[in-house]
């Protein structure tokens, strides 16, 4: 029993003395981490077992992954992001998918990876919808107001929806803002088929817009983008392709009217959706495009923006989640944003060298120049290497009039066309008269004997 108690007495004396920092020999600090790491190691190696429930609860407090501050809130203007940042985010959006940033009016290439890859688009096929039923607009075919009868077909068609009901009737442009900012499915085939009368008589006109535009890697087979049924084959794209579309897109006013909408309430009764394209939400001068999503195709947008009079537009196919594919459209615009200037490169009435020769007039040769300013949006870096070419395509004869066509110049860098100017003369030109040409006949006669 006093043996019990001396131990006992021992045992309190170290940890007191351990708590008061005293100091042991090198070789009993040496002893003591190491009985420590043994006593850690065992402790990790022993199992813990714990109730089902716990483990339950556990498991539910991990499953969803906290998004962070930053990319919650985008502020106006943000500084852009450094190199680092976009090659981080184009790691995380994993090196299998594609990736486009073009500036709309050029379609300069600030950055581009897997561009050419052709894979399914997904809901990126309703720009095609939403270009032509503007286009339809435009030449007057139909109004927003047309209506447009819902077939059980359409009714039937899977989510995304907005739940419309056969036999109904509803405005094409509610439609098409159905289309634009829920991404339904429903109501595109509805706007299919009261519009080009089926489903197959609007697939063949998309496919040869496509082809029109220069979508020479890209064949669809859906009108929503939905994965193949009953044999059908995939639709197929590259971000190169969809980028080209997203340039015609962005030009129509209206499409940008339903692309650039917040949120949409469908029907009186129910309480507005929010778009599909988060960007819009976050991004301050992102006002469109369009997002979409399978299991095959991964998740996908296309999203323009515009700062300082440039508007650029990026494409990202087969990211995992939808928040990559945020992060790495914002993240393109932003590096995009960052590389381009926009430079003024000839001025309103000034005339380009040389003069071009001219026939039948009085004077031999005449400077021609451009009525309006001439803007590109160009790399900083290739300011520098600007350069000009005068396409003329038949000799000049008078009479000249301010506002005719007499020929182009093309703005170049690196053998790349960055616009294509109209050229004309800043004043008449009248033809020569009977008596100059008598006069200059003469000498000329003269001059040759």
């Not at 300069?108 to 894979?119: K, Q, S, T």
């Not at 991404?183 to 008589?201: F, P, Q, R, T």
């Not at 197929?236 to 917040?262: E, F, N, S, Y």
Request: proline share 6%; hydrophobic share 40%; glycine share 8%.
């Amino acid at each position: 029993m006093r043996g019990l108690r001396v131990g006992l007495v021992f045992r309190i004396w170290a940890i007191v003395v351990l708590s008061a920092g005293m100091a042991f020999p090198p070789e009993a600090q040496g002893r003591a981490a190491a009985s420590a790491t043994q006593n850690r190691a065992a402790v990790k190696k022993t199992p813990v077992k714990q109730p089902s429930a716990q483990k339950a609860s556990v498991k539910k407090t991990v499953v969803k992954k906290a998004v962070p501050k930053s990319r919650q809130t985008v502020p106006a203007r943000t500084a852009p992001p450094q190199e680092e940042t976009r090659s981080e985010e184009a790691s995380v959006a994993g090196l299998s998918s594609s990736m486009i940033c073009v500036e709309e009016n050029s379609g300069l290439e600030l950055y581009a990876r897997n561009v050419d890859m052709e894979r399914p688009p997904a809901s990126l096929v309703k720009m095609l919808l939403m270009l032509l039923v503007a286009e339809g607009i435009q030449a007057e075919k139909w109004t927003l107001e047309t209506p447009v009868a819902i077939s059980r077909r359409a009714a039937e068609t899977p989510p995304s929806k907005v739940g419309v009901r056969e036999g109904e009737t509803w405005p094409l442009g509610h439609l098409m803002l159905g289309v634009a900012v829920l991404s339904a499915n429903d109501a595109a085939m509805a706007v299919a088929e009261g519009l080009w009368g089926s489903e197959d008589a609007y697939k063949q006109r998309m496919n040869a817009r496509a082809q029109e535009l220069g979508m020479t890697h890209s064949e669809f087979h859906s009108v929503h983008g939905l994965p193949p049924v009953n044999g059908d084959k995939p639709d197929r794209a590259t971000a190169r392709d969809l980028a080209l579309l997203a340039r015609t897109c962005v030009r129509h006013p209206q499409i940008m009217q339903w692309a650039g909408t917040k949120e949409f309430q469908f029907r009186p009764d129910e309480a507005p959706r929010q778009c599909t394209n988060k960007l819009l939400l976050r991004m301050t001068d992102c006002d469109g495009l369009k997002t979409g999503f399978t299991r095959a195709a991964g998740h996908c947008i296309a999203a323009t923006a515009e700062r300082d009079g440039v508007r650029l537009i990026s494409v990202v196919m087969g990211c995992e989640n939808r928040l990559v594919r945020f992060n790495a459209a914002e993240d393109l615009l932003n590096e995009g944003f960052r590389q381009v200037t926009r430079h003024c490169v000839l001025t309103a009435g000034q005339e380009v060298t040389p003069a071009a020769p001219v026939r039948n007039a009085a004077v031999d040769s005449v400077r021609l120049g451009v009525s309006e300013d001439v803007w590109v949006v160009m790399k900083k870096d290739d300011v520098a290497k600007l350069t000009y070419r005068l396409r003329q395509e038949k000799p000049l004869r008078a009479p000249l009039r301010p506002g005719d066509v007499l020929a182009h110049l093309d703005v170049v860098v690196d053998d790349n066309v960055l616009t294509r100017v109209p050229l004309g003369v800043k004043q008449d030109l009248a033809a020569a008269g009977w008596g100059w040409k008598l006069r200059h006949g003469i000498a000329a006669g003269i001059s040759a004997g």
